[in-house]
């Protein structure tokens, strides 16, 4: 049976890297409203489809505190490739992402990043850092883009919510957007860091209260991204905390 999913995920994920050219050539032409109803049906299946074909089971709470319209941007802790489809299904299809340049030349991934308002970043370049930055806060400010980071820069391997890099935190204040910090448990042990293959499990995802400009005004870069960093620690921490008291709580049941 295991073999038997990989392959029909496989087989889909090439199924959609196949339509994905279709789909930003449709997505590029679109305007307003019809961009944003294509995009969100689009991709918001896609990305919930990453769970649903191996019946992870999805969790997310706090929903309440997403703002309904953009300008925002969206601070996470970092544990699996599938941290993106999860934000894409089922939090904000149209979300922007700041990725490598090394992607624009897989397949048609960079374009795809960049119709959903996201950025390529030459990590090695700093002029190309500061234009992608400046690109992404005029997304932000004329086209109301809501925005992802994933400060600790990579995935982490022990599950660890790890250092926020101070770097990633230049763009939040120039743009002076409110923040939404948001802790996914989970994802790690649907798709662990070194390797594609995707197996079934509980997933939580915690979208915490909004934090208004007004509230980070004046910090430096490294105290925002010490005051996140703990918010989101604190968060993954609870949600874990309770996941091991609901599970002792469930195997007493089953042994009674």
């Not at 449709?26 to 689009?42: M, N, P, V």
């Not at 299904?89 to 090394?102: D, L, Q, R, S, T």
Request: aromatic share 10%.
């Amino acid at each position: 049976m295991g073999f038997l999913r990989y392959i029909r995920i496989f087989v889909g994920f090439m199924c959609y890297m196949l339509y994905a050219p279709f789909f930003t050539r449709k997505a590029t032409k679109l305007k307003g409203e019809d961009k944003e109803s294509y995009i969100r049906f689009h991709v918001g299946r896609w990305g919930r489809r990453a769970f649903e074909w191996v019946k992870s089971e999805v969790v997310i709470k706090g929903m309440e505190n997403l703002p309904k319209v953009g300008p925002y941007i969206m601070v996470s802790n970092h544990r699996s490739m599938l941290d993106i489809s999860l934000i894409q299904g089922y939090i904000n299809p149209h979300a922007g992402f700041v990725a490598k340049k090394e992607l624009d030349h897989f397949f048609t991934v960079g374009k795809f990043l960049k119709v959903l308002g996201g950025e390529l970043i030459d990590r090695n370049s700093p002029r190309d850092a500061v234009k992608a930055v400046n690109n992404l806060i005029k997304k932000m400010k004329e086209e109301k883009q809501a925005v992802v980071l994933f400060p600790e820069g990579t995935r982490s391997v022990d599950g660890k919510v790890h250092e926020f890099k101070a770097g990633s935190m230049k763009i939040i204040l120039k743009s002076k957007v409110p923040i939404v910090p948001i802790a996914i448990v989970g994802t790690d042990g649907s798709m662990p860091k070194g390797t594609f293959y995707i197996r079934g499990s509980k997933i939580i995802t915690s979208v915490l209260p909004v934090i208004e400009p007004k509230n980070f005004e004046g910090m430096k870069t490294p105290e925002l991204a010490k005051m996140l960093q703990d918010i989101i620690a604190n968060e993954v921490e609870r949600l874990e905390r309770g996941e091991k008291i609901a599970q002792r709580v469930e195997n007493q049941s089953l042994n009674a």
